[in-house]
C-alpha cells in the first residue's frame, strides 16, 4: 500500500469513527456537542500543539496534531449531519484558495523573494475581499477571538499593508517613549480608567515594535512565561530542600535563587 494509499485510508476509517460516535446509538456525548462547544477545544488543542513544537517534542507534536484534526473532522461532521458544509466543501474550497493565491506556482507570475511572494498574497486577498463584497472591512478577516496580542499584531500588519505605518524602527521606537510618558503620568495622576487606557496605548506599540523587528509578539510573550514559569519552579525547588514554601521565604533570598536559575541557564 502507498503512503497515499495509507493516508486516505486513515483518514476514512478516522470520520468512519466519527460517524459512529454521532450515531443514534452512539456516544451521548459525542452526539449532544453543539459546533459552538468545539471552537474552545479547538482552540485548546491548537495551543497544545504550539506547546509540543516550542518543546521540541516530535511524539507530542504527532499526538497533539491528531487531537486537533479529530476537532476538525468532527466539526465538519457536524456541518455535514446539518447539510450546511462538508469535509468535501472544506477541502475543495481550501485547495482552491491556495491555487489560486500561489500564482507563481500554479499560473503564470514570477517572483525573486519572499517578500514578493507576500505582496502577491495581499493583493489576492485585496480582489477576495473586493469579489465578497467586503473590502470596506479591511480587517473582517482577523477573528476577534484572537489572543489580545496576536490580533492586534494582525490588524497592525493590515493597516501597514494599506500605508497606515512608520517608516522606520527609529518611529516606533519614539512612540514607545512618548506612550511610556504618558503611562507613567497616568500613575502619578491615579486615574485607574487613564492608567488602563495608556497601558493598552503601550502594549499595542510593543506589538508594532515587534512587527517591525519581524518578532511575533505572542510568541516572545509565550516564551518569557513559560522561562518564568522554569525559574521560580528552581525557586520552589530549591525553598523545599531547604523545607520553606516562598510565602515563609524572603525576598532576597528569592532574587539569590532567581538569579542562581539564570547562570544556570534555565
Same mark, same amino acid.
Given at each position: ?13 478516522? +470520520? ?25 477545544? +479547538? ?11 516550542? !518543546?521540541?517534542? &516530535? ?20 456541518? %455535514? ?17 491556495? /491555487? ?23 493583493? +489576492? ?27 492586534? &499584531?494582525? +490588524? ?12 522606520? /524602527? =527609529? ?6 517613549? %512618548? ?6 503620568? !497616568? ?31 505572542? /510568541?516572545?510573550? =509565550? ?28 525576598? !532576597? ?14
Amino acid at each position: 500500500m502507498t503512503d497515499e494509499n495509507k493516508i486516505y485510508q486513515e483518514l476514512t476509517d478516522l +470520520i468512519l469513527l466519527i460517524k459512529k460516535l454521532r450515531a443514534p446509538d452512539g456516544c451521548p456525548w459525542d452526539r449532544k456537542q453543539k459546533p459552538q462547544d468545539l471552537g474552545k477545544y +479547538i482552540l485548546e488543542e491548537a495551543y497544545e500543539v504550539i506547546e509540543s513544537l516550542e !518543546a521540541g517534542n &516530535q511524539q507530542a507534536i504527532a499526538e497533539e496534531l491528531g487531537d486537533l484534526l479529530f476537532q476538525i473532522l468532527f466539526l465538519a461532521q457536524m456541518g %455535514e449531519d446539518a447539510g450546511t458544509y462538508s469535509l468535501a466543501r472544506i477541502m475543495a474550497g481550501v485547495r482552491e484558495k491556495m /491555487t489560486r493565491r500561489h500564482p507563481h506556482i500554479f499560473g503564470d507570475i514570477k517572483v525573486k523573494t519572499v517578500e514578493e511572494v507576500k505582496e502577491n498574497w495581499q493583493q +489576492i486577498k485585496k480582489q477576495e475581499r473586493r469579489t465578497k463584497g467586503d473590502e470596506e472591512s479591511l480587517f473582517s478577516s482577523i477573528p476577534r477571538s484572537l489572543p489580545a496580542l496576536k490580533r492586534a &499584531q494582525k +490588524i497592525t500588519a493590515v493597516a501597514a499593508d494599506y500605508g497606515f505605518d512608520w517608516q522606520t /524602527t =527609529s518611529g516606533v521606537w519614539e512612540k514607545l517613549l %512618548e506612550e511610556l510618558n504618558e503611562f507613567s503620568s !497616568a500613575l502619578n495622576n491615579n486615574n485607574q480608567d487613564n492608567i488602563e487606557e495608556e497601558l493598552g496605548d503601550l502594549l499595542f506599540t510593543m506589538v508594532n515594535l515587534s512587527r517591525f523587528v519581524k518578532v511575533d509578539s505572542e /510568541t516572545a510573550l =509565550s516564551r518569557t512565561t513559560n522561562k518564568f514559569l522554569q525559574r521560580f519552579a528552581y525557586i520552589t525547588d530549591q525553598l523545599a530542600d531547604r523545607g520553606k514554601t516562598p510565602k515563609q521565604a524572603t525576598m !532576597a533570598e528569592m532574587d539569590k535563587l532567581w538569579e542562581e536559575s539564570k547562570n544556570k541557564g534555565i
